[in-house]
């Protein structure tokens, strides 16, 4: 239903690119596709270069997208070594992943790190309130 959150929903890269673009200003109101003025700026400012918008996307790219529209902060230290599933991170990632621990965005699951695990929507919303309110103060 289009007025249905369904929070155990799996979240697509459609999802994603349309709420940090919704965050950065941009109207998609009446984009058709839905995603597509997202999708366009997301391109556009390099947060993603990939087009699958209706494909479940894993845990570590989401990270690496709002690592982007973060201005991809450098961050000392490997805050991932903790986590059992560390070593599963993808090398383009990784410091997208230990820029997120160490600010608070992830905390890991019962299982780690998950980082090519799916994300439903109630996670991403998580997500999105600790960008908002404790990465980017908004």
Do not use: Q
């Not at 995603?35 to 391109?43: D, P």
């Not at 990939?50 to 990270?63: F, H, K, L, M, Q």
């Not at 790190?113 to 998580?126: F, N, S, V």
């Amino acid at each position: 239903e289009g007025d249905t959150f369904s929070p155990r929903m799996a979240t697509t890269r459609g999802m994603v690119v349309t709420m940090l673009a919704r965050l950065d200003g941009v109207s998609t109101k009446g984009s058709d596709p839905w995603y597509k003025a997202g999708m366009e700026w997301a391109v556009r400012n390099g947060i993603t270069t990939r087009t699958n918008a209706n494909s479940p996307i894993a845990r570590e790219e989401i990270v690496e997208m709002m690592w982007k529209f973060a201005g991809a902060p450098f961050v000392r230290g490997d805050y991932l070594a903790g986590f059992p599933d560390a070593n599963k991170v993808s090398a383009s990632a990784e410091e997208a992943m230990n820029w997120a621990v160490a600010v608070g965005l992830v905390e890991g699951t019962g299982n780690g790190l998950e980082p090519k695990g799916e994300t439903c929507r109630d996670e991403l919303a998580t997500l999105f309130m600790r960008l908002c309110t404790d990465v980017l103060d908004l």
